[in-house]
DNA sequence: GGACATGGTTAACACCGTAAACTGATGCCG
DNA sequence: CGGCATCAGTTTACGGTGTTAACCATGTCC
């Protein structure tokens, strides 16, 4: 029964999960690994380490989920597909996604982690690079790629943290529905008419069928790699 | 020098702002006021009802930034109005800002305050209000305001943390200009050709003289009102 | 066998929010 | 005036937190 990183991420992941941040304690962590607090220390330096290092899996599990997109055919489909993944993302890990952007409140540490900062900057590399493929095949209006990800990427994360604050009164399934209908207001501006047209129309559809089985592609949901996941 | 709950929450906001989130405790507080922590409970009846408060008057203030657009003249100065005064204050109280939309994590409280949250709710309305003004006015395509209104709202909103994260590499100056920038390509798609050709010549203006004097209208930083404030 | 690292223990420190009991002043009422 | 409640502060204390120090058992290598 030892007690390496492995398990005590494992446990604390669940913890965090399962109960909120301000239930991820030295001593009940320590309680569930059979353990008392102190042991901890011996393979984290401190509660903070190992809450940066949940951000650092969390950051990873999101990476997958972006990765997924590659699996499209055409830039229109890998486009597309990073913001459904995006989407599921948050919807599936609501609480890591809170916590990827909250870690320096719920620390009390004045910045980002560098490493968490440099995972957030190859996830924003990845979807600038998904704009600038989207630019390159003619179906987003030709500019600067960065400033466009970065808008598409203030409009998703601005959408989702006032849902899951609770601010929109809707449940999931309006959420869906309501993000779709948003991220279309938006590519009305930055695509190209033709894919403006063919996303409406997407969208109205898959609005129709909510009920029915999920879209091809998106993916079955992925656990957040942290111990209990498949060794 | 009575100790009444304004000279609490005015010394509770300093520290906040001063020295962050987890350096507002009871001792803390009570030191700052010549006093014990317990003499704290005689005005509030917990720790995080003054939280709860400042956030409160975070809102309030808040509410006035927006409401500073109703001098405008016209739908479009007033919709105009209201975007530069929303980035005025996440810009002048960076703090309160985060607050406002982290407070149940930094309390450990689950949902944000029912009376936070009818608070949200009223800058919600306002916002929408100004959209379909401006769709009135034929300025904004036609549309569901209120859809309109959240497509903004979150664009703007995510915008601003993702900057007060860090993750933006670039200082306030450049921010700004990054603002006007997305906020344009917003703009192409859901107001008339006219008005967004409109906005991107004042983005061009303004980017242009940045070191000038601020755009008119938009007035000085308010304080948050909690004590320090005109009496 | 002895040195040494490893991973645990207990005890303790300083801090946290908060409750209970007590103290001193203040004002009101018979 | 005496008595008494009320208010605003105190001291003390409890159970919780992250963390450290000192100690102890185990296994591994020279």
Chains 1, 2 share one sequence.
Request: proline share 6%; aromatic share 8%.
């Amino acid at each position: 029964m030892s007690v390496d990183r492995e398990r005590i991420l494992a446990e604390a992941s669940d913890l965090l999960v399962t109960e909120g941040p301000h239930a991820l304690t030295m001593r009940a962590l320590a309680r569930r690994l059979g353990v008392t607090a102190p042991a901890l220390y011996r393979h984290f330096e401190s509660r903070e380490r190992i809450v940066v290092d949940l951000v650092g899996e969390a950051f990873d599990t999101f990476a997958r989920y972006l990765y997924r997109a590659l699996e499209g055919r055409t830039p229109a489909e890998r486009f597309s597909l990073t913001g459904r993944n995006y989407l599921a993302y948050a919807l599936e890990h609501p609480r890591y996604y809170e916590l990827l952007h909250a870690s320096h409140n719920l620390i009390g540490v004045e910045q980002l982690h560098p490493e968490a900062q440099q995972c957030a900057c190859a996830v924003g590399q990845f979807i600038v690079d998904r704009v600038r493929e989207a630019m390159d095949a003619g179906m987003l209006k030709p500019g600067d790629p960065e400033s466009v990800a970065r808008t598409i990427w203030a409009h998703s994360h601005g959408l989702i943290t006032i849902y899951l604050r609770g601010l929109l009164r809707t449940d999931e399934a309006g959420f869906r529905r309501l993000f779709l209908e948003s991220t279309w207001q938006l590519m009305e501006g930055i695509a190209e008419p033709a894919f403006a047209e063919a996303m409406r129309a997407e969208a109205a559809a898959a609005a129709a069928d909510e009920a029915g089985a999920p879209p091809d592609g998106v993916g079955r949901p992925l656990p957040v790699e942290v111990g209990e996941a498949p060794r």
